[in-house]
């Protein structure tokens, strides 16, 4: 409405804006072009001459093209702020002191990249209350820890010192810092780039790495599945997760990796590349040639703490995966206060005999990248690989389930070899027997062994300490981690228990992650009103505050209303000479409403076993009647967890 | 006691003007042709518009900030760099000079945009009274007058009854300095087109060193520099964003509410101003006597040579 008049007054319409807007705007001084000095000079014909081109007045627009001065004076404002972009003068603020704006080195922010609608959705996922967070931050607990900035710190610092170690040679943290800003530039090539989910289906050797810190650099999350995934159970992580791209083996023995998830596609509309490692598969991307090629390309800023880190799926010993978003702040505080607390030093040597694809084996690379220690790698587990790697490699500390243990004691692999390297062995992943625990503790008596509790919900929850009393590892898991509460409550009530009685474990701090992804029916029973993540496992606080591990409330077998925990029942079946593994799970009855099953593989040599021969084994360990299993299955093989825990949810009743 | 208009000498009369405007502080001093102004300036911004019985036209130019001020981040130099208050103050304060000391009738020109107009129209055009005053010369630089010992000035205008004898144009343009010749020749830019954020400067050199072409994308300036306008349009982003988050981002956001105060309380004076172009332009920044320090070195130096 300039000078006061409306439209309807003056007669203006969006056609006559439409039709006229342009050259109004172009005759007025919007764009001013001078020819020479003709003003200075008051060269009279070149002034008159350039005057339209120098930007006219209204009312000369207005005697020009036969519109009102009225009219033209509406349309050019108009114009003006229709054509006018806000924001821009955000373009300076990185401007003076020498700083100089370049058009060719500067993108426009709407044409800056942005999260995409699945990054969005996992950032939104990732929401603390308020007041935990900021004790998080004012104990220190969360800082700015980011995988790629230990990495810069490390290269800068000692780029001679080894990161990645193999029985085949070694790789520099310089060496490594270049291989991942190779390939993080090669992702972000094909539109891998911040908040974006990429899968990784490897076994531990470099490539993972590299790739695991190339996607960490863009701040893109990471997804691992495990190596023994097929089809079914990557078609469901892929899906949930919404990935973008997958690293694989081309293939592996049987295993044709590459061609499933390029079939899976269609299943996976997000799924966008296939990155395989090995012989060249037609559609999808090498990864050896991603790491070695250089990419000219500028790379986008690194995550931060907060950002999401880990999208990582539950071991699924219970029931379908579920999504545990967790972020820099969870996972590497964890790593960077637990580091001390297990004297972990720039010059030692980790090992993993669990794969990265769980959190555990992840959690001592973790450990690794906190002080710059070197990685020594195991490919796949195997008893005597293991220890072979142990007495050549040397590493200093072992991250192991009581599993890998128990199988190289079982052959006798421990009085074999020289282990003398080793200053820590960690436990974790499954229960571990006190009996393997000082088994070990006397084999290795220069060694110190370490209990630990975690979950892939929180890395390292609760674990034992280096000057803890003699025996404290054998009977505990040990005292929780700096930046964790730990407590027993009664499940029922929700009532904290003593020490000595038995309930749920329940932990909240600051690496517990914030709730399951897309999964509000998990998260409604996942944590209590407090904040307390209920872990679903059974627990025993003793007057020191040592927890231990006694099983998880989805076993516990209620037989009429008298409930029990099967866990002691298993481990006195494990004492039968005829049986390998033995694993006790509810079978439905219509009278008592549960019944004890007890699924057993039997020990090399062993063919058979009856159910009446594990109850008399039973009753002779003084076992009360009620817990005796009432049916035996026995099985080839027990379906296992990555770190060797046996799936419960997968054992079926047969003709239940 | 006010002389009359007959017994007043011009010349005498421009020098009492000039020096009252040099030791308010003005590097430069002088009167345009009022025909020329007249004859260049579109109806209704001439300065007959404004005072009809003007008869002379003074413009006046004050330095910019230290040479330290070049040199701060840009969100800094936005608040601080320019000095056209204290070009308007001695303005002001001439108009009355001239008004009690000749018993004429002066006013200090409005240095503010047409009401009728909208916001990139000025009442007046200050820089064609400079221009034709003889105080500075259009640039590659958007037209950004400059001067070529007292470099990049602010300028005011007078409007006076009274007849004072006109200065000419300057004889030469300092725009462009040689190194920003060689620059075009080797880029095809001159630093001012180069470092433009929005580059809303283009144009042409020719083969004499002299500026052939200057083309100005005003809109494209207004966008980096008009922050007022940016006010209104922020405010037509919001009732256009969806409610929720979108809208309350658009009128909360950091860069929204620091319109709102520079708008308010924290603008300090005008607020279409980028520097870009200046800081980077040699004679804006070095110009022999472009600022007090400058001058006082160059002062001593002559009065060193003298002795």
Redo the contacts between chains.
Sequence with gaps: M??GFSRQQIGVTEALIETFGDVI?RMS?????????P????D?PE?ERQRENM??????IAQRIGLTRDQV?HI??TL??R????????????????K????ER?TPHDERPQFSVEALELRAAMRYPSDLATKYIQNGWWSDDTLHGWLDKHAAERPDSPAIQTLEGQLSYGGLHEKVAHLARAFYEIGIGPGDVVAIQLPNIPEYLIAYLAIARLGAVITAIHMPYRAAECESILKHSRAKAVICFTEEREYKAAEQFLGLRAMCPKLEHIISLGSKVDGTLSLSDMVERRVDIELPEGPVASDPFLLLYTSGTTSSPKGVPLSYHNILSNARLNAPELALTTDGIHLSATPYSHLYGLYSFHLAMAVGACNLLLPVFKPVDLVTLIENGRPSAVWTAPAHIAACMQVGLLDKHDLSSLKLVIFSGSACSPELVRTLEEKLAETVVVQQWGMTELQSGIYTRLDDPPGTAARTTGRPSPGTEARVVDPESGEELEAGEEGELQVRGCHLFPGYLRNEEANATAFTADGWFRTGDLARRDKDHNFAITGRITEIINRGGLKYNPRVVEELLDSHPKILQSAIVPMPDTVLGEKACAFVTLAPGVSSIRLEELCEHLLQLQIAKNKLPERLVVVDEMPLTPTRKVIKGKLKIPGA | MPESPQEIDPLEAKQSIVEYCKRKGALAVGVANLQAVERICPPGHRPTDIMPRVRSVISLGVGGQTQGAWSVPAKAMGYFGSTENHAYRIAYGLAFFIENHFGVRSVYCPPDMDPESGPRVPLQSLKVHAELAGIGARSLAGDILLHPDYGYMYFASVFTELDLPHDEPLASNPCPAPSCVELYRKVGQTPCMKFCPVQCLNGEIDENGKQKIMRYDMAACAEMTQQYEAVPAAIMEALEAPAGPDREDAIFDPDRKILWYKMSVGSGGLLGQCFECMRVCPIATNAPLADPVLRHRAATRDTQGGK
């Design positions: 300039p000078r705007f001084h919007n764009y001013q072009e001078r020819q020479g000095d003003y200075r000079n008051l009279w002034i930007g006219l007045a209204d009312a000369e004076l050019r404002t003006e702020h054509r006018f972009h806000t924001g821009y003068y955000v373009r300076l603020l990185d401007l003076g002191g020498g100089r704006f370049r058009a500067f």
